[in-house]
């Protein structure tokens, strides 16, 4: 039996699959899992009632277990492990916080309108710190099979790509080799290319961010 999912749509496009990073997380993981699901997109800037009724927080991803609806893409992946361990996604617990910063000093450096304030150097300790991880490790964050960190940290990476190659002309430095590789193996993944925002829709996400 196909599981529901809520996922955010694209901004200005409601029929089109939007570019919530958590939420593609989650498509990723069923997608990996090969688990059947039926996807339905949220104008998060116009939720139906019967969404705000499953999610009183408006929040996606949301995912229907046993006629009850839970959200918080942590809880999910966690609870898609349990029932469906197979194949394996779970992360060495080691591993688990690995890239775990690079988010929010993504964001931080993309709101940025002070070229001094440090925000761009914070981002690239983080990614160097990735880089030398992945040169030990890699190719995936756990060694030779993608996990559940890889899921969580690939959406993230593409929106630093698309977002911070649009607003600010910036890319990942040719240095960080394992990285780009990183990227480049995630990003061309069929689970990804199937769960992945176009990139216009992650411009427009950030827009007013951005511009704010």
């Known amino acids: 039996m196909a599981l529901e999912i809520c996922v955010k749509a694209a901004v200005g496009a409601p029929n089109v699959l939007g ?4 939420s593609q997380r989650a498509l990723l993981t069923l997608e990996e899992k090969k688990i059947s ?3 339905h997109l949220i104008n ?12 009183p927080e408006g929040k996606v991803p949301v995912v229907k ?25 779970k992360t ?11 988010f929010g000093t993504f964001v ?5 309108k002070d070229d001094n304030d440090g ?6 300790n983080e990614l160097k710190a990735l880089d030398e991880h992945l040169k030990a490790h890699g190719p995936f964050i756990a060694g030779e099979k993608i996990s559940a ?28 080799t394992n990285v780009r590789n990183y990227m480049k193996s995630i990003f061309s993944r069929e689970s990804f290319v199937k769960t992945r925002a176009a990139k216009e829709y992650v411009i427009a996400g950030w827009a007013p961010k951005v511009n704010a």
């Open 108 to 112: 931080t450096f993309l709101k940025s």
């Open 44 to 55: 998060i800037s116009d939720k139906p009632q019967w969404f705000l009724e499953i999610s």
């Open 37 to 39: 699901y039926n996807m």
């Open 119 to 124: 925000s761009e150097q914070a981002l690239l």
């Open 149 to 176: 960190v890889d899921l969580a940290l690939g959406p993230k990476l593409y929106h630093l790509e698309v977002a911070l190659g649009h607003f600010k002309k910036w890319t990942v430095p040719e240095s960080l």
């Open 19 to 22: 570019d919530c990073p958590f």
């Open 92 to 102: 060495p617990p080691q591993f688990a916080s690995v890239g775990s910063n690079i």
């Open 65 to 89: 277990f046993d006629d009850k609806w839970v959200a918080d893409s942590d809880v999910i992946v966690g609870i898609l492990e349990e029932k469906y361990p197979q194949p394996c996604l």
